[in-house]
Each structure stands twice: as C-alpha cells, then as structure tokens.
C-alpha cells in the first residue's frame, strides 16, 4: 500500500523545487496560501502529549454507504472503526417508505463482513408525498433513526426532495410530536444564491422559520460549513445540532481552488473560507456536546469524480479516525476527542454510548493508508489531507 507521505512529497518537489519541505504545494494537497493552517496543522511535540488514547467505539452520524458493489466495497471501511453509522436514503431510488429501509437495511447487513461490530442506523428520505404513519411506525419499530431533509436539487440524488416546505408540515408536526429527529441539508437551491452563502441563507430562510413553526422538533444539522451555522447551533437550545465532517475540519476553499482545482475536495456543501474552517474546529474540539461527527463520506468512482461535471462527495470513512487524532492533537484538545466521535452523538439520538473501545496510537512514520480503494464499479480515491497522518488505529 502506498504511503501518503509517499505519494505527495515527490510530487511537491517534482512541481514547485524551490518550496521548502513541508511548507505546502498549492498545485498538489497543500496549498502554500494556507501556510496559518499547515502552522494550525503542525501537532504541538510536547513531552507530555498523549502518543495513546482510547475511545468508546466512535459512529459516524451520516454516511453514505450506497449499494450494490459500492456498498460492498465502502461498508467495511465503515465497519472496521465505526460502532453505528447514520445511514444516508439518497439512493436511486431514494429510500422513501419504512419498507425500502427494511430493504436497504438487510442490504447492508448481508455486505458487513464475517464478526463486524457495526449496526446501520436507518433514515427516511423526506419527499412531499411522505406518510407521517408510514414513518412514525418505522421509528415505534426501532428502524427508523432520522428523517432526512434534502431541499430538491441540493446535492447528488436530491431530485425528489422537497420544493414546498408547506406540503411537509404535517410530517414534521408528527416528527416533533413523537421525538423522531429531522437531519437537515442545509443549503438553498435558489440560482441567484451564491454556492458559499448557501447554508447562511438557508439558516435564516428556511431552517429558522421550521423551528419555529414546529416547536419540539429535534434536528440535526448536518455537515455544517460555517460560522454561521456554528453560531446558530449555540444560540439555540438542546433540539438543535451539528455534525461536522472530516474533511471541513481540514479544508478551506483555497485548498480546493488555488493552483488548480482538486476535484477530490469538491463536496456539497462546498469548503468555505479558512475562518469558517477555524470556527467548525474551536466547535468540535470545545467539548460542547451539540457537535459531533457526521464523515459524510460519499464514494464516487475516479471517473465519476474526474469528470467534465465531477460529482460532489468525499470519501474519508478509511482514515476518518487518524485525521481526528490529527485535528485534535494539533488542537491540544486529544481529551475532547471521545466527546467528539462517540459521546455526544449519541446524546443528541438518545442512545447509549457503546461499550466497545478503539485505541488510538501515534506512530513514528507515517500511517499506511491507500491512495484509492477498488470497488467493482471502479477505483475511489481516499481523503487525503496533504499532510502525513501519524495516528492509527491500533
Ligand atoms: C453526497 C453524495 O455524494 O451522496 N455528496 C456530498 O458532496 N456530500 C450528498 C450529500 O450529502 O450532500
Ligand atoms: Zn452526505
């Protein structure tokens, strides 16, 4: 398996010779624009630094695991660090009824290899057709985790997702009445909304007026992008949250634009400036327990990816845990990690932590992750952030 470290300092020096080591690459990984955040990125070496931690089982609170080869490629790279994942409906067709997910539930449990301890969390894919019984007997059931909120055309697979908001109030009346918590796409479709003020408006447009109509209503929010969203989660009470992904912790905008796009950075919602980065990182590194992890890691095949018309979505379920250790450590905060990654989600679904543990160790070289890994519809490239990941599960 090629090492990261590997793969990306030859390149770094073959394209830009008179960069220093280690200062970044603004045609490869690491955009030398984003020096304060290769500075952020460096892990304080203390004598005292933890080198070990272990963990409840960590859950990722939105994957997509999609089906067929894909899922039986993607779901053990899930399965191998995750205790339960919230598993995203956007499939073609999306998972709309309590039957589809019973469906796609028995799916995904003949995928899991042979002794995973790894349970699917199953969501609803809101349309304006939905059945508030359908789906308030799927939740009594013990299925049905979540309900999720895709405003149509927001992202991959969202075109049956809702256009009128009026013509779902009854479901998310229902939704509130029973505790059934709503998972919210954040961001308007409107073409005169500039892609990076999305979310921000869909806050004040959309998501606030929700809320407010539907008081009780548990949501989530997911895959926040700003500051504005960060702000909005604190300002509120214990029926909002956030889940916040790998990548976002990582990347600005600037590492997917400067010097040449990276097509395997492009997600929806898109990166935002570096002070937005900054504050998801003070979010989830500050113990506050409104912020938890959601990877939202969504294969897409290269080809799929490195297209005219490149599809959105990064794949980080692999080296999720590893690029954690990273941003905390570099954040003096390894102790808010367990908080992060496996306690405060399950709060926010009323669930119990799982017994299980991981421990993580920092090694003296870097961490052996794939560039890619292969799956039957074709080769899907790893999340990488530009830097070497010293931290590995053990
Ligand atoms: C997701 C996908 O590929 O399904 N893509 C993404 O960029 N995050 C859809 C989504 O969660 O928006
Ligand atoms: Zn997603």
Sequence with gaps: M?????????LVRAVHPRLPRG???????????????????????????P?????????????????????????????RDFGRAIIMPN????????????????????????????????????T?????????????????????????????????GVRDFDKVRPVLERMAEIGLTLCVHGEVTDSDIDIFDREAVFIDRVLDPIRKATPGLRVTMEHVTTKNAVDYVRANDDDLAASITTHHLMINRNHLLVGGIKP?????????????????VEAATSGDKRFFLGTDSAPHTDPNKLSECGCAGVFSATNTMACLAHVFEAEGALDKLAGFASENGPAHYKLPVNQATITLEKQTDPAPFPAQIQTGEGPVTLFNPGYPLMWRVV
């Design 2 to 10: 090629p090492q990261i470290a590997a793969q990306i300092k030859p």
């Design 23 to 49: 200062s970044g690459d603004p045609s490869q990984m690491q955009p030398a624009a984003l020096g304060k955040l290769r500075q952020n990125s460096e892990p304080a070496m203390t004598a005292s630094a």
């Design 51 to 79: 080198t070990r931690i272990t963990l409840p089982r960590p859950d990722d609170w939105h994957v997509h695991l999609r089906d067929g080869a894909m899922l039986q490629a993607v779901l053990p790279e899930t399965a």
């Design 91 to 126: 499939l073609v067709p999306p998972v709309v009824t309590t039957a589809d997910a019973v469906a796609y539930r028995d799916r995904i449990l003949a995928a899991l290899p042979q002794g995973a301890d790894f349970a699917p969390l199953m969501t609803l894919y809101l």
């Design 128 to 160: 304006e057709t939905t059945d508030p019984d359908d789906l308030a007997a799927g939740f009594a059931s013990g299925l049905i985790q979540a309900v999720k909120l895709y405003p149509a055309g927001a992202t991959t697979n969202s075109a049956s």
């Design 264 to 280: 395997h950075y492009y997600c929806l919602p898109v990166a935002k400036r570096e002070e937005h980065r900054l504050a998801l």
